[in-house]
Structures are given as structure tokens and as C-alpha cells.
Nanobody
Framework: VQLQASGGGLVQPGGSLRLSCATS????????VAWFRRAPGKEREGVSC????????YYADSVKGRFTISRNNAKNTVYLQMNSLKPEDTAVYYC??????????????????WGRGTQVTVSS
């Protein structure tokens, strides 16, 4: 199984980016997919999660209304659309997958599969 995040880059405050997470090898599907981020000097934090069974989404308060998680099943890809970006959104972003039921959506231990991160820098 493999997850590959991409789409990061340098963007000005107020700008937008779309991150992609290409997945492979999950032939039986998965329960949940999430985006986490780690800013310099800070702990990793959950940003957004998608329950693939109920098609429900969850967002951290800090990104609610600005970020949108979605999935394209035909392309085996999960997206994170990030709008109205702020300097505090600067971080390395990771996608993660859980094959089993998730209780604590924003706890990293719930997710057993992780991709390499992609750097997002918001700066003027």
C-alpha cells in the first residue's frame, strides 16, 4: 500500500492550494482518510478527516470554512482544497488512512498508513 501527497508550494496569504493524496494498494477500501500537518516547532495536528462509509467530514476549528476534503474514487485520490490561506497554515501536510473504525478523528494513532509530507508555505 502506498500514499503519496503532492501539491504543496509557496503561496501568498489569502491564496489557495489544492493538495492531492494518491493512494494505491487499498483493494478493499478503507474506513477513513485524513490530513494532518506539522508546523515548525509544533506538534502534529489533525486538519480534516473523511469517513468513507458515511461520507461525513470533519474539520479542525482553525480551518473550518476554508478547507475542504474530498475524494475521487476513480482516481484513487484524496484532495484537500485550501482557500484563504494564512501564514499560520504553513506546515508539512500529510495524508493518512485507517482501515478500521476511527473514534478519535484527529488523533494520529488512529491511522496506520501515512504518506510522505508536502510542504505548504504561506508568506508574502
Amino acid at each position: 500500500v502506498q500514499l503519496q501527497a503532492s501539491g504543496g508550494g509557496l503561496v501568498q496569504p489569502g491564496g489557495s492550494l489544492r493538495l492531492s493524496c494518491a493512494t494505491s494498494g487499498f483493494t478493499l477500501g478503507y474506513y477513513a482518510v485524513a490530513w494532518f500537518r506539522r508546523a515548525p516547532g509544533k506538534e502534529r495536528e489533525g486538519v480534516s478527516c473523511l469517513n468513507t462509509i458515511e461520507n461525513s467530514t470533519y474539520y479542525a476549528d482553525s480551518v473550518k470554512g476554508r478547507f475542504t476534503i474530498s475524494r475521487n474514487n476513480a482516481k484513487n485520490t484524496v484532495y484537500l482544497q485550501m482557500n484563504s490561506l494564512k501564514p499560520e497554515d504553513t506546515a508539512v501536510y500529510y495524508c493518512a488512512i485507517s482501515l478500521s473504525t476511527v473514534v478519535e478523528w484527529f488523533q494520529s494513532y488512529e491511522y496506520g498508513y501515512w504518506g510522505r509530507g508536502t510542504q505548504v508555505t504561506v508568506s508574502s
